[in-house]
Structure formats: C-alpha cells, structure tokens
C-alpha cells in the first residue's frame, strides 16, 4: 500500500491530507492537517491588480514548511502533490511566490483554474455520495464552485472569483455589516446568479455544501439539535429553514458575540456572513429543500482521478 500526500494552498487556510491508496485503487485519508492562513487577506478586489502579501506569504510558507515535517516521517510515501486556488491563480506575483514554495519545500505547486476546482468538486462528491440530482456549492476565501448534476453527470460547473474574505473586504462585512452594504452584497451575488441560466435545472435539488463557512453552520446545527457538535459531519443533512435560522441569528451579532458563538472555529467570524450569503440566496431563489455537508470535495477529487 502506498501513500500520497496532497497540499491545498487556499484563500483562507492551508491543507494537507495523506491518503492511503490500497491494491484495488481504492483510498481513504489516514491524517489531515489545516492552518488559518489567510493567503487572500488584503490582496483587493477582483478585476484589479493582485497582490499576495507579505504577511500572508509569510503564514503560508511557515504551515508548508511544517506539513513537511509531517509527511517526510510518512512511510512508503510515494508521492507529494501541490495545489493552489483562487488566491494564486489571480495573483500578481504568484510565479514569483510558487518560485519561494518550491525553494522552501522542494514541491513544485499546480495552480488550478477555477474550471478545474469545480471540475474536481464534483468529482469529490460524486466519489462520496450515491447522489443521482444535486447542485453543489464550495465557498471558499476567495472563490465559491458551482455545479450542477444531474443522473449524476455534470451538466456545468463553473468558479466565481468572489469568496468568504474577499466579499467580506469588499462589503464591510466583518464586523455587523450594515443594512446598505447586505443589501449591496445580494444584489452583487443575485447578478451573478442571473448569469448562470443552467442554475435554474437545479430547482429543488439538494444542495451539496463544500468549505469551512459551510461545516461551521453544519457544527451549529448539531449543536442545536443534539447538545454537542463533535461528532462527524460528512453526510449529515439540515433543512434549508435550519440553515437560514443559524444564518439569522449570526447576522444579528457583532464581532465579539459572533465569536464567542462560534467557539473553536471564532477565527472565521469576520469572513462568516459574506460567506453565507451566497448559499443562503441559493437556498431560496432555487427552492432548495435541505443541504448535505461533504467533507469530500477538491482534494478527494484530485486522488481519485489520480487513481482512476
């Protein structure tokens, strides 16, 4: 049995997840590791020019250079692959940053085009879940996937450069954003729906949910309902008028109070509600009845087209 080990530069954190592949090409995650590290903090808005800056650089390099460690004490590790996302493909200086990685840790980072993330989303889900009809919605820092399936084959899928910290700079929206800009940030996210004629297919399709903003609703939820949110989240499921409620009580809380709300994962609290906002806006404009939580998505699609 060998061992792949796969490093996920996001917008908001950076991953690692060693997998184990066995005989029949079969896998499962043996260990996963994450840092907040915010690649996508102050880089501006989208249509301009990008910067990664130097803070964030900083933080990214330092989780890369401790997931070293950690997988070059894997055994019968064969292979370590590297991916970045929408934070370094709209980057200004991204060659010159992967060019950095690569003299640090000796990995050479595959920049994904947005089409490909949501491409690999998909193929995480479906490699999760039995799902014949579903839409699917990754948020992250600084861009949310969509796709839609149907007999489950992807009809299309597309990336919207806009994510959880970029909407948040963008909208004011870290600490209680205020009536005038919520109010510009749905119109902001409805046009862009508006765009996406083929979303309408989708019309009450569960709505597979992907990204941090998303598990964190997923953890009050269970918390709601069963007095603690250990517990595993892939697979579970939540109405759309339980996932609205936790959106509404979030929405009414300031800084401090959205962080004590969410507890251990309080570092999102100035990302959350521009995170939220989309899934919420596709929860009703399309009808959708409940949301499935994956914890399958970019990473799981990437081993198993790698094992195919």
């Known amino acids: 049995m060998k061992k792949i080990a796969l490093l996920d530069l996001g917008s908001n954190s950076t991953r690692m997840a060693i997998y184990q592949i066995n005989s029949d090409n079969s896998f499962q995650e043996i260990k996963r590791f994450k840092e907040m590290t915010r690649l996508a903090e102050g880089m501006g808005e989208s249509g301009k020019k990008l910067t990664l800056k130097k803070a964030a650089i900083e933080r990214t390099v330092a989780a890369l250079e401790k997931f070293k460690g950690e997988y070059e004490k894997e055994p019968r590790l064969t292979l370590v692959r590297g991916v970045a996302t929408a934070a370094v493909r709209s980057a200004s200086n991204s060659v010159d940053f992967l060019k950095l990685v690569k003299d640090k840790i000796g990995v050479d980072i595959e920049i994904l085009s947005g089409d490909s993330e949501a491409y690999y989303d998909y193929a995480g889900v479906m490699h999760a879940f039995e799902l014949e009809n579903c839409l699917i919605c990754d948020m992250g820092g600084g861009s949310f996937e969509l796709a839609l399936v149907k007999d489950r084959q992807a009809v299309d899928y597309i990336s ?40 309408t297919k989708g019309v009450g399709f569960p709505l597979v949910l992907l990204g941090g903003a998303n598990r964190t609703v997923a953890r009050q939820g269970q918390q709601n309902s069963t007095g603690t949110n250990d517990q595993g989240l892939h697979g579970k499921k939540m109405s759309s008028f339980s996932f609205v409620e936790v959106f509404q009580d979030w929405l009414a809380k300031d800084h401090q109070e959205l962080k004590v709300a969410l507890g251990v994962e309080k570092e999102r609290a100035d990302i959350i509600i521009a995170g939220l906002t989309p899934v919420v806006l596709l929860l009703e404009k399309y009808n959708i009845p409940e949301v499935v939580f994956s914890e399958s998505g970019v990473r799981e699609g990437i081993i198993a087209e790698l094992t195919k």
């Open 160 to 199: 919207i450069p806009y994510g959880a910290v970029t909407l948040s700079e963008k909208y004011n929206a870290s600490n209680k954003i205020s009536a005038a800009d919520f109010f510009a940030l749905q119109r902001f996210i409805l046009h862009k729906f508006e765009q996406l004629p083929w979303l």
